[in-house]
């Protein structure tokens, strides 16, 4: 006769039940310090080192910055393919404004924000209008948005722009290098949101429940179209972050991006079939990416290896949240 706790389930369930409730709220943490851990021990002179460690955050900057966008889109069970190109074009666009003589902050705003904002309301409309899913539809802008890049820049890099731009945005601010407080900004920002307000919560209901979430009066159109602009915002930021440290436009900037920001927000929870997932999860998700590909480059692998290991994190946590998923119902 099997045991059974106080609820009433047997105990070996309850545990199951138990373990994948842990899992959801501390695996993501725990899998970042385990591998903290192992790089200690596998490169204590040089991964521990102060200027190594500020490095992992630099890096992980401009990924939190594209997770926290696709992150959105995961959570109403869509997906943004097009993050990438739109990091490249937003940062191509902004850079021939200040070219141009444009003042460098209203560039930003335009060419950076705006033109990020603009793209992923493209995204999110075309989703809206042919009821495509988003995968295809941002498959195709992908490819559209890196040819207008190409097109616009003549595939060259533009360099040579007003200095003050990269001392600021690539600089440091009380100690701290800026990249790393835009990132914590944008991050704190959208947790903000997820948390404390109406959209939040009609995101995390559309994302569980598309048709109850239609039946109790969420516009799915609406929403669909903000969560798109927010991730092509994100996208947007993150190119004149990326813009700014390496001094240049580039417009082969961005690519295969959108696989880590995908794999940085399934690593931190972000559950593939929408409806689950929280901001903070997203973020040590992306600075696990950021510590993998550090630690790979201390120890001189190739550069495709890791590649490898980004396919291989994707469909492990994606069983994973299917598993624990099926164990908690």
């Excluded at 609820?7 to 959801?24: K, N, T, V, Y």
């Excluded at 704190?188 to 009066?217: C, D, E, P, V």
Aim: proline share 2%; net charge positive.
């Amino acid at each position: 006769m099997n045991q059974s706790n106080t609820s009433g389930l047997p105990l070996e369930r309850a545990s199951r039940r138990d373990f994948a409730s842990l899992w959801q709220s501390y695996g993501t943490f725990g899998i970042l310090v385990l591998l903290l851990i192992f790089c200690s021990i596998a490169s204590p002179q040089y991964f521990l080192a102060r200027e190594n460690l500020v490095q992992v955050l630099l890096q992980s900057a401009v990924m939190v910055l594209l997770a926290c966008g696709v992150f959105f889109t995961i959570l109403i069970a869509g997906i943004d393919l097009s993050v990438g190109s739109v990091l490249a074009l937003s940062g191509m666009v902004m850079a021939k404004l200040m070219m141009a003589g444009m003042p460098v902050w209203l560039a930003v705003l335009i060419g950076g924000v705006g033109v990020g904002a603009l793209l992923g309301a493209v995204n999110g409309a075309l989703v809206n209008l042919t009821q495509l899913h988003p995968f295809i539809i941002t498959l195709g802008t992908a490819a559209i948005y890196r040819g207008v890049t190409l097109i616009i820049s003549d595939s060259r890099s533009v360099f040579g722009f007003d200095r003050g731009f990269g001392d600021v945005v690539a600089g440091r601010a009380f100690g701290v290098p800026v990249p790393i407080i835009i990132a914590a900004a944008v991050a704190g920002f959208l947790f903000f949101i997820t948390r404390y307000t109406k959209l939040g919560r009609n995101l995390y209901a559309l994302g569980g429940n598309a048709q109850a979430a239609f039946y109790s009066g969420i516009s799915v159109k609406l929403h669909t179209l903000v969560v798109f602009i927010i991730s092509g915002s994100c996208a947007g930021i993150a190119g004149i972050v990326t813009t700014a440290r390496t001094g240049a436009a580039e417009p082969n900037a961005g690519i295969g991006f959108e696989t880590f920001a995908i794999a940085s927000a399934i690593i931190g929870g972000t559950s593939f079939f929408g409806g689950r997932g929280q901001i903070a999860g997203v973020v040590i998700g992306g600075l696990i990416i950021g510590v993998i590909n550090n630690i790979l480059n201390i120890m001189n692998v190739e550069s495709y290896y890791q590649q490898i290991v980004m396919g291989v994190l994707i469909i492990a946590a994606v069983t994973a949240d299917k598993l624990f998923t099926r164990r908690r119902r």
